[in-house]
């Protein structure tokens, strides 16, 4: 090595080693990787030999796979924005009957994971579902040969079904951002002449577009993750296909190979994001924030209004929870069966693990951000960031090599000294499911806790050190105590997730271990759907939590807004972006 590069090196040891940060520093880069494992075990396994296996996905599996999964994402990015964006504007700008409970209904739909809205809407759709069975009832109608019905199980369905629940995400968004836009910016338009239409295209709209930019691409990351509402409909995208050629067709380097075109998709999505938000940066050039001017629309304006307000939130919430209670409610002897209840406690034991994990995880990876100037930590430490930007199925791939051979690794070492075989203790446990569950939504607890970390001032840091504490005593009884909001929050978060989440489950699970999730699943794969109720209404029930907790976070988050009009939150607005 070269002196001058002596002279780096030394540099860089110095800021991570000063003021006692070196065991910080290092706990977020082995942190950092962790995360970044199971993408290079992709990598590695995707470049194996395998034979014909990707001439065969080139010529027969990829193009369908990728022309609709594209279809999708574009239906669905479509419908959310139209939706989301228009929801938004009407809830923050006018007055109408029943805006005040609009604000919080609009977002109840993302409650609904969209494996479980699919089979509802199968309930009620399909051939032998309640509505076409009422049709053919009332008009005489034998068979399908008889009438034209709309087929639910089809790529137009799946958009329909997503677009559903995912239009919240777009939503809190554009909301956050409406609600955070000066009131002299919309004034100067009006007085100018523009009309109230005008000033939403030409000046809220383009002031809102990074917003937009974002939430869009947390809907499509959610509609390229899922599995369970696209198995239903019989749509196969790259998702199913990854599911299918692993446990299938037992092709794990043909699934790895899919699964790095789904990357390519995730890798595209987010640069198109990033792209999208640097090309159009907004500033507010006065600090006077006042209420936003509220028009009142009345007569069959407001009525106009309400209903576009319903209509979401009627066919995302009302008409699934419905199907969910009525099928509770007329199995519930069954639905409460022993396999319930250990379904539930599963999912309640590794959603409580994932979340205490993934809290722990993101405290060590924002503390060591906070505490050191090194450049390698700042730049490892954003790498768990993208975790949610990657698939579940994807994630399941690259855990289970990593951990399969550590498993082998162990039960050598065992094997040599003691003549025990330990057998699979990592990818054959709830241990993979816990960690996929952890590195997959570290990205929420990241946000949270770092939002924490903001609202604390480093004039407390300095003043903590200068009494004599540590850098890990400062932690323990300094910014704990403040932090607590912030990550109660995050384990919140990280906790419904978990109970939610499909795809890593499906695949990592241990033999005959079922959460609710699973449970849903298999129940419905098998036309099952009455029993599927109990366990399905369970996961929403428990993720309604984090969706009231962000309708506060955004009622509150203008700068300068009244106390009449909400309070303004302990975590700050920017928090609502950053985990919803």
Partial sequence: MTEAGNISFRRRLARLTESGNLGWSVAALVLSLIALAPLIAIAVIALGPSGDTWPHLIANVLPGTVRRTLGLMIGVGLITLVVGTGSAWLVTMYRFPGRRYFQWLLLLPLAMPTYIIAYTYLELLDYSGSVQTILRGLFGWHDAKNYWFPDIRSLGGAIFVMSAVLYPYVYITARASFVAQSVCVLEVSRTLGRSAAETFWRIALPLARPALAAGVALALMEALNDIGAVEFFGVRTLTVAIYDTWLDRNDLVGAAQIACVMLIFVLALLLLERALRAARRFHHTTGKYRDLPEDSLDGWRGMLASAACVLPMLVGFVLP???????????????????????????????????????????????????????????????????????????????????????????????????????????????????????????????????????????????????????????????????????????????????????????????????????????????????????????????????????????????????????????????ALRIS
């Fill in 321 to 575: 929870a419905a199907v969910l209670v009525d099928d509770a409610l007329a199995h519930v002897a069954a639905g409460l069966s022993p396999r319930f209840w250990q379904a539930a406690l599963n999912s309640l034991m590794l959603a409580s693990a994932a979340a205490a994990l993934a809290v722990a995880f993101a405290l060590v990876l924002a503390y060591a951000r906070r505490q050191t100037r090194s450049k390698l930590v700042q730049a490892a430490s954003t790498i768990p960031a993208i975790s949610y930007a990657v698939p579940g199925t994807v994630l399941a791939i690259g855990l289970l090599i990593p951990l399969a051979g550590l498993d082998n690794s162990i039960d050598d070492a065992m094997r040599s000294l003691f003549g025990v075989s330990t057998g699979l203790v990592l990818s054959g446990t709830a241990f993979a499911i816990v960690l996929a569950y952890t590195i997959r939504f570290l990205a929420a607890s990241l946000g949270a806790v770092e939002a924490g970390f903001s609202k604390v001032s480093r004039n407390i840091d300095v003043a903590a050190r200068t009494l004599g504490s540590t850098v890990s005593e400062m932690l323990f009884r300094v910014h704990l105590p403040m932090l607590r909001p912030a990550l109660g929050a995050a384990a919140l978060l990280v906790f419904v997730d978990s109970m939610k989440e499909l795809p890593a489950t499906l695949l990592l699970r241990p033999f005959n271990f079922d959460t609710l999730a699973t449970q849903v699943f298999t129940l419905v794969s098998l036309y099952r759907y009455e029993e599927a109720g109990l366990s399905a209404l369970t996961i929403v029930a428990v993720s309604l939590a984090p969706v009231l907790l962000l309708h506060g976070i955004i009622v509150g988050s203008r700068p300068g807004a009244s106390p009449g009009r909400g309070r303004a939150p302990q975590l700050g607005p920017e928090w």
